[in-house]
């Protein structure tokens, strides 16, 4: 009932710059947390950035000063608008939320977008 569309991701040179957005459709009653996670072949996902409870945008420290997380609420998107970015940020990007869902909001979701490649070159 919950869906998570990414779009965005692609090839981008060194020090260039790259935007995410992640529509989350169905019916919500509420988010808790609307983020970024990323996995490299051969490594766990890790967090990127995300919205917590509070508000507040919390970002790993590799990509802090290059990253900016931002939402709409309108919408239900989450962007990601990265810069500078490195080889090392390579990797399968994934959206994720979780709040409740339907008319109630009796009902956790905890859900994944299907994931959007992006490739940095040296």
């Known amino acids: 009932q919950v869906q998570l569309v990414e779009s965005g991701g692609g090839l981008v040179q060194a020090g260039g710059s790259l935007s995410l957005s992640c529509a989350v459709s169905?019916?919500?009653?509420?988010?808790?947390?609307m983020g970024w996670y990323r996995q490299a072949p051969g490594k766990q996902r890790e967090l990127v950035a995300e919205f917590t409870l509070g508000g507040s945008a919390a970002y790993a420290d590799s990509v802090k000063g290059r990253f900016t997380i931002s939402r709409d609420y309108g919408k239900n998107t989450v962007y990601l608008q990265m810069n500078s970015l490195k080889s090392e940020d390579t990797a399968v990007y994934y959206c994720?939320?979780?709040?409740?869902?339907?008319?109630?909001?009796?009902?956790?979701?905890?859900?994944w977008g299907q994931g959007t490649q992006v490739t940095v070159s040296s």
């Open positions: 169905g019916r919500i009653f509420s988010i808790n947390t």
């Open positions: 994720h939320a979780d709040g409740y869902r339907d008319t109630s909001g009796s009902y956790y979701f905890d859900d």
